[in-house]
């Protein structure tokens, strides 16, 4: 459809296999949450993956609390900025349990959060030239990695910067990677 929605959040669950959602510029708070198909969000496939991507020339600046990513499949997040997060862009729950599969976070900015992108549960996911930038707790000695891996398998890191981080920018939990190309 051409039809604008009125939120980020409404416009996801609408996505099929194979659509795009163009997120015009602007700032979005507290605009997504949770994305699971436990939450009526549907999964792509290999030939039709779901694509979330910025409008061509425009900066969507998303802003708010957490991104928690689960239980989905063949999405892309391309050219999106995530500000001020007060909580991290997690891919997979806590317990590692319910994992995002074939998934692309790819030409993003994280910037200017107190927390970071965390990989609790993630198979075949492609996290790759993105920009991590200025991610510092407001509590001294508490900063954040900026890309913290708990369980990934069969995927790539690759191309991503780090600036201004205040402490590591990738760091493994737990032995949970393999076989992945960083």
Request: proline share 2%; hydrophobic share 35%; net charge neutral.
């Amino acid at each position: 459809t051409q039809d604008a929605f009125k939120t980020i959040n409404y416009g996801l669950k609408k996505l099929n296999a194979g659509d795009t959602l163009y997120v015009r510029g602007g700032t979005y708070p507290d605009a997504i949450g949770r994305m699971s198909t436990a939450y009526g969000h549907k999964n792509g496939t290999a030939d039709n993956p779901i694509v979330v991507r910025a409008y061509e020339n425009e900066t969507p600046v998303i802003t708010g609390t957490r991104l928690y990513i689960d239980k989905l499949a063949w999405w892309e997040f391309r050219g999106l900025t995530f500000r001020n997060m007060s909580g991290a862009i997690m891919l997979g729950n806590l317990g590692g349990t319910e994992c995002v599969n074939n998934l692309t976070f790819a030409d993003n900015v994280i910037e200017h959060g107190t927390n970071n992108m965390v990989s609790r549960c993630a198979y075949d996911t492609v996290i790759k030239d993105n920009f991590f930038d200025n991610l510092r707790s407001r509590v001294a000695g508490k900063d954040r990695v900026a890309f913290a891996i708990e369980k990934m398998y069969d995927s790539l890191i690759d191309g991503n910067h780090f600036r201004d981080i205040g402490s590591d920018g990738i760091l493994v939990r737990d032995g949970g990677i393999a076989p992945n190309v960083i």
